[in-house]
């Protein structure tokens, strides 16, 4: 299989601020990643697709990009809804999950 | 609406078996992708597996191959995780989730099935 690590694994912010996650794939995934959001006791929800496509309806203040082996997710003027645990997850074979990275309040 | 709706919770006790579902609808169910993802309490997302509806094509994580067994039944629009002797390790929460033609991300999720294993 192929392995996710994201970082950080927890980051605090506070609302305004640009937030930065990163995942690292073990091998080449080209542009094959998706990321979610996920709230407390909810499903997740896809945020972006193929490395940098925006899903429909997500606000534009979420943007991702990179191929191969390393991406980032980018949340500009981080809103009180974000407050969240966010995910990466590659689709190049099979799939995988990063662990995650819980984005909370400073 | 295009949804997907997933069984009620369970209580098991350690080695007896289960099959949980998850029915799609509003959508045509045999051409789409159908995943497994788990859930421990307080822990980050795993992918099982997933099956195509369509043929029954299967694949599985290596975590999770010979643990699990995923079917579907396109009559029914319903797709199935099951188990042949349950561990408390199971204890968790399970999702379905759908991805496209192809297989890739998941752009619709059920609401969980929370999966209880205690003696």
């Known amino acids: 299989d192929i392995q996710m690590t994201q970082s950080p694994s927890t980051l605090s912010a506070s609302v305004g601020d640009r937030v930065t996650i990163t995942c690292r794939a073990s091998?080449?995934?080209?542009?094959?990643l998706a990321w979610y959001q996920q709230k407390p006791g909810k499903a997740p929800k896809v945020l972006i697709y193929q490395a940098s496509r925006l899903e429909s309806g997500v606000p534009s203040r979420f943007s991702g990009s990179g191929s191969g082996t390393e991406f980032t997710l980018t949340i500009n003027s981080l809103q009180p809804d974000d407050f969240a645990t966010y995910y990466c997850q590659q689709y190049n074979t099979y799939g995988t999950f990063g662990q995650g990275t819980k984005v909370e309040i400073k | 609406e295009v949804q997907l709706v997933q069984s009620g919770a369970e209580v098991k006790k350690p080695g007896e078996s289960l099959k949980i579902f998850c029915e799609g609808s509003g959508y045509t169910f045999p051409n789409y992708w159908i995943g497994w993802v788990r859930q421990r309490p307080g822990k980050g997302l795993e992918w099982m597996g997933i099956?195509?509806?369509?043929?029954?094509?299967?694949r599985y994580s290596l975590s999770f191959q010979g643990q699990v067994t995923i079917s579907a039944d396109t009559s029914i629009r319903t797709a199935y995780l099951q188990w042949n002797s349950l561990k408390a390790s199971d204890t968790a929460i399970y999702y379905c989730a759908r991805t496209g033609v192809r297989m890739g991300y998941f752009d619709l999720w059920g609401r969980g099935t929370l999966v209880t294993v205690s003696s």
């Open positions: 091998q080449s995934i080209s542009s094959w």
């Open positions: 099956i195509y509806p369509g043929d029954s094509d299967a």
